[in-house]
T-cell receptor
Framework: DTAVSQTPKYLVTQMGNDKSIKCEQNLGHDTMYWYKQDSKKFLKIMFSYNNKELIINETVPNRFSPKSPDKAHLNLHINSLELGDSAVYFC?????????????FGPGTRLTVL | DAKTTQPTSMDCAEGRAANLPCNHSTISGNEYVYWYRQIHSQGPQYIIHGLKNNETNEMASLIITEDRKSSTLILPHATLRDTAVYYCIVSAGNKLTFGGGTRVLVKP
């Protein structure tokens, strides 16, 4: 019944590895997002997709590549992981890109790069 | 997007109203005020939003000053489950930036 789900919940990996985080929403929303929460708990948007099209792309290294196979899924692939990538990554969705639409967040994926 | 300033932390007694202030003195005319909260180890949860009128829903009330430079989130009857970090966000679009927030501890 989970509205926005992410896998895995925890991810521990070595520097230089490539990893993916998956996100799925069953709310029928058109818009999905990836946010990053750093160690100071500041949460910032990374990407946003609307109907599988990229609409927000913040200043994020090219090593991060989102992929949206369909409206219900937005995966995040990270190449050549670095220590500074350690953070909690949250996926979210909203009905559309209208600014007053509520964003629904997933439970987060805690990524630790050793 | 305009920046917001919130107290770092506050305590509240269970059953009492919790009033959470937020300053956003540089807010522009097309920016909304949003409130989200994050309970420990969970994703953020939407609470309420407003443009210039006061708003109320089943979770909370939002009072926005006439000049829109500040706002107050009111939790009418705080419960222990309201213990969380509360974020006040100002944005003209759907790109939300969460600052430090206010850590609210509801005590029995």
């Amino acid at each position: 019944d989970t509205a926005v789900s992410q896998t895995p919940k925890y991810l521990v990996t070595q520097m230089g590895n490539d990893k993916s985080i998956k996100c799925e929403q069953n709310l029928g929303h058109d818009t999905m997002y990836w946010y990053k929460q750093d160690s100071k708990k500041f949460l910032k948007i990374m990407f946003s997709y609307n109907n599988k099209e990229l609409i927000i792309n913040e200043t994020v290294p090219n090593r991060f590549s989102p992929k949206s196979p369909d409206k219900a899924h937005l995966n995040l692939h990270i190449n050549s992981l670095e220590l500074g990538d350690s953070a909690v990554y949250f996926c979210a969705s909203s009905p559309s890109t209208i600014r007053t639409d509520t964003q629904y967040f997933g439970p987060g994926t805690r990524l630790t790069v050793l | 997007d305009a920046k917001t300033t919130q107290p770092t932390s506050m305590d509240c007694a269970e059953g009492r109203a919790a009033n959470l202030p937020c300053n956003h003195s540089t807010i522009s005319g097309n920016e909304y005020v949003y409130w989200y909260r994050q309970i420990h180890s969970q994703g953020p949860q939407y609470i309420i939003h407003g443009l210039k009128n006061n708003e109320t829903n089943e979770m909370a009330s939002l009072i926005i000053t006439e000049d829109r430079k500040s706002s107050t989130l009111i939790l009418p009857h705080a419960t222990l489950r309201d213990t969380a970090v509360y974020y006040c966000i100002v944005s003209a679009g759907n790109k939300l930036t969460f600052g430090g927030g206010t850590r609210v501890l509801v005590k029995p």
